[in-house]
């Protein structure tokens, strides 16, 4: 009787070895995945110019296209992968210089789009664009909270980034961001919102980090407008840029009006909003998330592209829509197991050399927490 025991004994404290085995090889493949993953993008796509960096968009004979976007990523990457173990200290403060080197005149705002000549010589667009300013604010602050020789700075800049996108790209009507700086108080596109900057986490850090309550305001106007459009359709798709009035009339975008032709479907802005959501833990933003989750639940494929019935655009499928379904189901949990499951094939491919957008948003779904 006492050697049974033992037996059942020695068989427990086998299966919880092999449990905790497999814990660890799983942690051990995610984090490798992980560090992989971040050595990929900044192989592919950080281009380093003496004391600074920029993120490669877009490849010519002529010239190479570098973003404010793409610079936001690139900063905001490094800096997760920071999180993760992996040196990026020297990488972030190289970007950050690019950015500062290439701010619109007399704002702190970074010039939208610069093209990078075979000479060297950089030509600068006038404008911004709210989305990338976003991301490098929040990477700032967050830069600094890893790396203490250089916190004073980076806070300071981030202060002074936060406060030209108020002055900016602040529409005090609606309570909302406006599209860049172009977009002034005056024109009809002083009322229009591109559906990828509502970012509830990172208004959140913005509000803690500064105590000026216009980013409490944005969060909740901004938010509240997304739903609105959310309602519209049963599958709660939004499009990529969106009317938002003062009366409270909300509505989709026509085509062609800002990007594409699509401008008021499911489409390379709006695909960015289960990642977006996800990231934050605010009730609204969840609901309008699980709602958009249910319908991709439903798509035995996620396609590159929707009207906002759920119809899809295009019949090819595209790791800039799979990327963030797959970290928002991994975020939600068992719910949407099955989505999660099914987009992990983005992995398999592995990182594209020439397609900087996908590989954004693979590197920032497989990096965040």
């Given at each position: ?244 009035r003062e009366s409270g009339e909300i509505k989709a975008a026509k085509a062609n009006l800002v990007a594409s032709a699509y401008d008021g479907d499911y489409y390379y802005n709006a695909c960015r909003m289960p ?51 797959f970290y928002a189901a991994k975020t939600l949990g068992h719910q949407y197991e099955r989505l999660h499951q099914q987009e992990k094939n983005i992995f398999i491919k592995g990182l594209s050399k020439t397609n900087y957008y996908d590989s954004a948003l693979i590197t920032m ?5």
């Amino acid at each position: 009787m006492k050697k049974k025991k033992l037996k059942y004994i020695w068989l427990v404290l086998l299966l919880l070895s092999m449990i905790v085995g497999f814990y660890f090889i799983r942690i051990k493949g995610t984090d490798d995945m992980q560090k992989d993953t971040y050595k990929k993008w900044s192989k592919y796509y950080v281009v380093t110019q003496g004391k600074e960096a920029y993120v490669k968009t877009a490849t010519t004979d002529t010239d190479v296209t570098a973003l404010s976007e793409g610079q936001g990523y690139g900063m905001f990457i490094a800096v997760e992968a920071a999180k993760k173990g992996v040196n990026t200290k020297k990488e972030f403060d190289r970007l950050y210089r690019y950015y500062m080197d290439h701010r619109t005149a007399k704002t702190q705002l970074m010039s939208w789009q610069q093209k990078v000549k075979t000479d060297g010589t950089v030509k600068d667009a006038e404008n911004s664009a709210t989305d990338g300013d976003l991301y490098i604010a929040y990477a700032l602050i967050k830069a600094a909270a890893l790396w203490s020789d250089k916190a004073a700075e980076y806070k300071k800049q981030a202060r002074l980034l936060l406060k030209d996108i108020l002055a900016y790209n602040y529409n005090a009507e609606t309570k909302s961001l406006t599209v860049g700086n172009w977009a002034v108080k005056g024109t009809d596109y002083y009322d229009l919102v591109r559906t990828s900057d509502i970012l509830p986490e990172q208004f959140d850090t913005f509000y803690d980090f500064s105590h000026d309550s216009t980013w409490k305001s944005i969060k909740s106007s901004m938010l509240a407008s997304l739903e609105k459009m959310s309602n519209q359709h049963n599958t709660g798709l939004v499009p990529d840029f969106m009317w938002v009035r003062e009366s409270g009339e909300i509505k989709a975008a026509k085509a062609n009006l800002v990007a594409s032709a699509y401008d008021g479907d499911y489409y390379y802005n709006a695909c960015r909003m289960p990642y977006n959501l996800a990231r934050s833990h605010n009730k609204k933003g969840r609901k309008i998330l699980k709602k958009m989750m249910n319908f991709f639940m439903d798509e035995k494929v996620i396609y590159g592209g929707y009207q906002l019935n759920g119809k899809r655009l295009v019949n090819h499928k595209s790791a800039s829509f799979e990327a963030p379904v797959f970290y928002a189901a991994k975020t939600l949990g068992h719910q949407y197991e099955r989505l999660h499951q099914q987009e992990k094939n983005i992995f398999i491919k592995g990182l594209s050399k020439t397609n900087y957008y996908d590989s954004a948003l693979i590197t920032m779904a497989v990096l965040s927490d």
